[in-house]
């Protein structure tokens, strides 16, 4: 007698395909779905918000607002993004319109072709060794960082914290703040170097070629 085993397979369930069920359930109208969906989010919106307006409260109600948008407008979302970057786009935009809003700051078109302009020509440096990631890891190293970004215009500062510190990619990062890759890649070049003169001579070793700040521990 045969005795027949069947073998099964079974796929393994990608962070898209979760996500394609949770914006199922979502748009089904179950609302703890959304909140699932949101949760890991949460401090990448903030972190993008705080990067374009520098102001605490500011950010926080521009985060609240870009996830209650995004949750009105969930049945607007075609994939053909990440959700996160998605979402990324509505807290930039929503950010902006703070922006006009208060009067407080002038931001670039969104229609920007290559930077030719404003070459930042960096400090001397003979010797710039990379920092242990435990140093930038230490709470008054993070403080340094977080007062030098503040002081970068908002091009260079939205770029450095999408891409390095909450580290999109680089076409995610582009598509987020509705620029090119190669404005992505102008501007983050020249955030790192003015961020290297900032903090080097503090950091006393250096600057890293790379922000190795973990999911959670940020400058903030």
Known sequence: MLSLSIATSTTPVTQADREAALIRRTLQGDRNAFTELVK???RRVYAAAL????????A????QEAIVKAFTHLHQFRAEAKFSTWLIQITVNQARMRQRKNH????????????IEEDYVPKEFADWRETPPEALERKEVRA????????????YRSVFVLRDIEQLSIEETAKAL???VANVKTR???????????????LGSGWPTQMPFQKGNKPW
């Open 51 to 58: 990067a374009l307006l520098r102001n605490e409260a500011d």
């Open 104 to 115: 407080t700051n002038l931001y670039d078109s969104l229609d920007e072709g290559h930077e």
């Open 178 to 180: 509705a620029i090119s």
């Open 188 to 202: 983050l070049l020249r955030a790192r170097l003015m961020l290297r003169d900032i903090l080097a001579p503090a």
């Open 144 to 155: 340094l960082l977080a007062k030098a970004l503040a002081s970068l215009n908002e091009k």
């Open 40 to 42: 890991p989010y949460e």
């Open 60 to 63: 926080e109600d521009v985060a």
